[in-house]
């Protein structure tokens, strides 16, 4: 037996918005940050759990005082135990009787906990020696809804026909597992379509991705409508009629707004409309993808739990569904979303980019591709070739497609020289005249 | 002129759970506490704003902590400018572009804007040397308006519109402002209700509520089915027929579980069922409510912000609106609250207890009162007898009804001595022996 030795935190902050990498409408100066969190343990076999939440610079600390504050719930515990019912604790640290009264659910304290439970998976993972994506694949039908906690989706999905979910998916797995190590899963990027980046800097990324052998990309749009006509005909005059185009508004309307904007943006041939309003609006979502089908609305990033996931396929809101590696409360909710998702027959497409979250959603992705989706149909994770040199096994893209992990762990650890150089504010990236 | 001298932080709590006093069935053990702000100026009147997000214990830190990541966006600051412009501040915090990630517009980050947001309003009404309600009261519609944000809500509820609403109103205001000042404003009592007391302490607590002047109790439910039938049976057989008896689950169930336990208490005439499941989970408030009609659900204590309620008051989730005065980002949020519940003529019964509820809601009901709504008819608002000690304008209730306030402020500002003596974990209160 071993126990819970330390649980460290620490604020990294890479300064990418001083290159306008990452700027969209409601976020024009990013600096891709990790409220980061290392879970070491007293084994001999030195292995450590590493995990993050996903921000994007000032608040950073206050994402990081939130998993500190987790801490006495799980220092000095039994490790195996721990592992062996990870759908346990993770009911009990959402259901913290004090600590939910933060969200409940939502928000800080949830993705702190996300934070807290994916880092136990990657310390699973690596003592397994295998990739989460396998871990999660080899589990029985049974042992993943274990790991699911059904309170409020029992009226829309419960235990019993999740079962029967996963257990249609149970022919073909071993198939589609060696499908992925040879063809890898598809992605698409967003790296031409910041919106910071000129008219020359969009057409020439635009056609380096399509050399590089991506079929779809993504264009932030909704500050300015000239200027998103401009850029999308340009863009699609780049690519050719054969690459998909998606657009991002990043939440910057009202769904009358939304309708409008996007109806003068119609004749581009969207592949998605990505949060058009607020992630919130649950009827605002349905409203507007009625109103602009057959264009399909796309959300998730921002979706604060698997009750809101749950609304949105309910009533059309989403028509794409795009889960977040440290949105919600770690791996665990996010397997009930890709539930959700397949009982409504709704494909998952990751929200990726920032710092780690490729490296980390593609885990759950390949995961669903083998044992609850059963599909790379319309699947596609997002690619932003941002920051991955600072992971120890970052994410490999090849002719437009991630390959299959095949290191251990979840994919969300830092290097460690990275962790120093970038920590906030004493790290030597910022004191240094930054 | 004047500047923002000071963002001073506390972090306070009250171990009230050593007297099982809140406890409900998601909340067995809480610690009133309080993530407390005090921001000072320059100015010779030495006038401060005093602001807290309620919190029920752990967690209370990160909480502190998201206030305190406000402060560089605040402080040094024209104090004047400020108070001018308080609709200005709330979106220059709310939307601030990277704060922003950690909600958006929920849970940690968005409860701290609204404690630093209070406070202003709290500076500003002991400027004024008026009570909050007043202060709000003597507004004109176009000043009102001009403090909400009605981004995401104008698909149901524009500024053209919410003007209207509040012109309607304006005529009788000074008659409404005289009827608060002689009768007050109604109050309900939860003291009776909570889970953790016996038979007995409940039946002595109901009669004292009616002895009292009360005309309506709650109980918190949901943990046991007989329990709930015999605490309700019990209190009715106390209060008569005359009073009414609302019940609270504080968010226990999921959709069937709800429906199928409150039938089963129906036969006690239940005022309203108030957090039946998720406070999230829009579409089942509207699946229950359809249910158990004419039986009325209230939700609003966990209801993040103003889209939420926009949705649940969209689909009939709510027939009751609670409010709360540091769930949502402060005093212009909870504007654009009562605004919606006014244009869908939804009664608001604010949410209150914790530390310090009832001393600031009280001003918004009243402020509903003279400016939004306009009635009493159907209104109260929650009082619960703990901790209004360490107030220095402790809430009046006098005979079942809420006395208007006529200290200048917000009501939110705690005795120096107590916020000594309960700061944690340093506080004499905690260190000695706790």
Redesign the interface.
Known sequence: MSIIAAIETSDLRFATSRFLDGSDA??????YSAAYVTVRTDAADELEGHGFVF?????N???V??I??LRPLVLGRDVEAMIADLGGLWRELVH?????????????????IGAVVNAMWDLRAKREGKPLWQVLAELSPAEIVDLVDF?????VLDRTEALRLLERMSDGRAERMANLRTQGFPAYTTTPGWLGYDDQKLARLAGEAVEDGFTLIKLKVGADLDDDRRRLALARDVVGPDIRIAIDAN?RW????AVRWIKELAEFDLAWVEEP????????HA?IAERIAPIRVATGE?V??R??F??LL??GGTQVVQIDATRVAGVNENIAILLLAAKFGVPVCPHAGGVGLCEVVQHLAMFDYVAVGGSMAGRTIEHVDHLHEHFTTPVRVDRGRYVAPSEPGSGAQIIASSRDSFRFPDGPEWSNGS
Chains 1, 2 share one sequence.
Request: charged residues 25%.
């Open positions: 409601m976020n024009p100066d990013p600096d921000t994007i610079g000032r608040g600390d206050v994402q005082a939130a500190d504050a913290d009787s004090q600590l939910r009264w933060l969200g409940p659910e939502k928000g800080v304290m949830h993705m702190a309170r409020y989706l029992t009226d939440q009202g769904v009358d707004d309003t607020s992630p919130d609006d649950i009827l605002g409203a921002h604060a739990n009750v809101m749950k609304q309910q009533v």
